[in-house]
């Protein structure tokens, strides 16, 4: 979390508001602190429902500083899914309080009202349920661990299985390092616990870039980042083939589009028209390498005799998916069609349980 937009209502919260700024900027966020109030010299012209807006879709975090009915009315129109609204705090003018009032899992609230409590010397007002029994919560996981979250659904069933005693399984394609949380049971590919013991969970968790992988009755998705898209083309190719060649490749593979982190190519493509588009539309980073860099690729690559003659490396989408991803494993073989080559590759990715 880095943008925060505070705004308060009476000069009373414009004195608190500068003290959490000051408290926030200096743990490294960027914080703006405006006013509504015709008691202050600086009140903006908006109104508070048009900042709300405005704010709604720039900042990580929203902090209304005043009474919750207020911060109520304005995020009401704005509010669409737990996914993607950011954190909303509100915290009494005085600052005696600091209330997590939206988006307390995957937005951040909760951490940030805990962070700001403590700036204040306020009391942190939480008020989901696993944190009021200190569960396992598998939003807070995925966001900890920078992961895509997908069934909500499955999620509050995952929750509600341990809130109650139940037990959740637990499936990944990763590695993980740290404890199993309380009430997770680790579970193979179909599900099965793999301690031989315990019965087959109805609900649980896969870390998977996976779309159909599906241990459970009930399972929710949590997706890495730790995939790279490597890709070649003809020179010129137009943007919409190449698009279309990426969108095919992540359809036929089966894999979450949220799971690339990187598109990738050889540097004789660094000014290709059509890889720039699709880098910018799917806001993916573009790594171009060299001859030298891409011959040092480690695995078993599709040759191409005219690949190797135009760019002097037997193979491009391969190599350069395979160096993207920190000499990772390749997941999808080389594609082609159209003038355009893809290639999947998946780095060693790890998960954290704190």
């Avoid at 004195?15 to 008691?39: H, I, W």
């Avoid at 019965?199 to 159909?212: D, L, Y």
């Avoid at 890495?224 to 593979?253: F, N």
């Avoid at 982190?261 to 171009?288: D, H």
Wanted: net charge neutral; charged share 25%; glycine share 8%.
């Amino acid at each position: 979390m880095k943008r925060i937009s505070m705004l308060c209502f009476s000069p009373t919260g414009y004195e608190t508001g500068k003290k959490l700024r000051a408290g926030l900027c200096a743990d490294g966020m960027e914080v703006r602190l405006d006013a509504k109030s015709r008691y202050l010299p600086e009140s903006i012209s908006e109104s508070h429902s048009q900042w709300t807006g405005e704010q709604f879709s720039e900042a990580d975090a929203l902090i209304f500083i005043g009474a919750c009915g207020i911060a109520v009315r304005s995020i009401a129109p704005f509010v669409k899914s737990k996914k993607t609204d950011p954190a909303v705090l509100v915290v009494d003018e005085c600052g005696k309080f600091v209330i997590s009032l939206l988006s307390g899992h995957l937005g951040g609230a909760n951490e940030l009202a805990e962070k700001a409590a403590g700036i204040l010397q306020a009391i942190p007002v939480v008020t989901t349920a696993t944190d009021l029994h200190s569960t396992f919560a598998v939003d807070v996981f995925a966001s900890r661990n920078h992961c895509g979250i997908f069934h909500m659904k499955a999620a509050k069933e995952v929750s509600a299985a341990l809130l109650v005693g139940n037990k959740a399984g637990f499936f990944s394609r990763f590695p993980f390092e740290g404890t199993l949380p309380a009430g997770l049971i680790l579970c193979d590919a179909s599900g099965r616990p793999t301690d031989s013991v315990s019965e087959k969970p109805e609900v649980g968790i896969a870390v998977t870039v996976f779309r159909e992988e599906n241990p459970f009755a009930e399972t929710v998705h949590v997706v890495p980042k730790a995939v790279s898209l490597g890709m070649g083309c003809k020179k010129g190719r137009e943007p919409e083939i190449i698009r279309a060649a990426a969108e095919a490749c992540i359809h036929d593979s089966g894999i979450y589009r949220e799971s690339l982190e990187a598109l990738a190519s050889a540097s004789l493509k660094k000014e290709e028209a059509g890889l720039l588009a699709l880098s910018e539309s799917w806001n993916l980073p573009f790594r171009t390498y060299e001859t030298e860099e891409l011959l040092k690729a480690r695995g078993d690559f599709t040759p191409s005799e005219f690949v190797r003659q135009v760019t002097g490396a037997d193979n491009v989408c391969e190599r350069s998916a395979v160096l993207s991803a920190a000499q990772g494993k390749i997941i999808r073989k080389k594609t082609g069609g159209s003038g355009v080559t893809t290639a999947l590759a998946v780095r060693d990715w790890r998960i954290h349980f704190e």
